[in-house]
């Protein structure tokens, strides 16, 4: 078992390697966080079977994510990024939970159908998606790429708990897991793209034009799914609900192999495409 101060350690050596600078938290916005508390409170605690410690760390943990990463979107678009990562997670987290899941089985089938959903737990998640889309307006492929990957997301963890119920039984420890992961179901599990997407609809006025942030959006994406993919393999409970941590070693040697290739893929494209200019 690794210890705390070596998974920090760990981790403050890889946000120095790209080059992080740490950021005080932003001082507390009760327009942000008082409706937020209240839509924890009464609207998605009851519709989970969490206790309200848990549903208190949800909180912090969604709402924090919004907060730092969106500094320039309007507190509609914070508020409702919050929302969809707080029920993301629980989603996530509660997969091993057999009612639960047969319900998540039925999600997309039921969208893509139009049928309202009886979980009242993807209900809600239906319901911020809409709101969501109506956030994009008419601009189409902003709205495919800020709405699908929510809902990959939910195949995503349905994929996992088939693949990794069968290999964890191969593997001695949860970060030669991480090695049997397969890169798509990496892809679709971080919900990169609509993270992404969010950077670039601030709020609901804001519109611009695909070709000013095409460019940087595979990069916005990549490295969001890096860091998810650092954070979420080493990280478990016991028994008794603790938080627990394995080693790194594995999963940060596939990231770096992950982020070469990437890196090498950019540089070849930006060469081919100068080439055809030329």
């Given amino acids: 078992m690794v210890s705390t101060s070596e998974i920090s350690t760990c981790i403050q050596h890889l946000l120095s390697g790209i080059g ?16 937020y508390h209240d839509w924890m409170l009464n609207t998605l605690g009851p519709a989970s079977t969490w206790s309200v410690k848990k549903l208190t760390e949800l909180e912090h943990t969604a709402g924090g994510i919004a907060e730092r990463s969106y500094t320039c979107a309007s507190l509609e678009m914070k508020l409702l990024l919050a929302k ?9 987290d509660s997969i091993d939970d057999q009612a639960v899941h047969d319900e998540i089985v039925q999600f997309s089938a039921k969208l893509y159908r139009g049928e ?3 979980n009242g737990l993807l209900a ?26 929510w809902i990959n997301h939910i195949d995503a963890c349905l994929m996992e708990k088939q693949i990794l119920t069968a290999e964890r039984s191969k593997c001695e420890n949860e970060d030669g897991l991480a090695l049997r992961f397969p890169q798509y179901l990496r892809n679709k599990n971080s919900i990169a793209e609509a993270y992404a997407a969010g950077i670039f609809k601030a709020t609901r006025d804001q519109y611009l034009p695909l070709n000013r942030y095409i460019k940087a959006f595979p990069d916005v994406a990549f490295f969001t799914e890096a860091v998810n993919d650092i954070l979420s393999f080493h990280k478990g409970g016991d028994r008794r609900g603790n938080l627990q941590f394995g080693p790194l ?4 040697n596939l990231v770096f192999r992950s982020t070469r290739y990437w890196t090498e ?7 081919h495409t100068e080439a055809h200019l030329r």
Avoid: K, M, N
């Fill in 265 to 271: 893929w950019r540089v070849d494209a930006i060469r």
């Fill in 84 to 92: 969809l990562t707080a029920i993301a997670i629980l989603i996530d």
């Fill in 116 to 118: 309202s959903q009886r």
């Fill in 249 to 252: 070693s594995h999963t940060f």
């Fill in 124 to 149: 809600l998640y239906y319901t911020h998606l809409q709101e969501l889309s109506d956030i994009c307006g008419g601009d189409s492929v902003l709205r495919g790429v800020a709405i699908v990957p």
């Fill in 20 to 35: 992080h600078r740490h950021e005080s938290f932003p001082q507390y916005d009760p327009q942000y966080w008082e409706p």
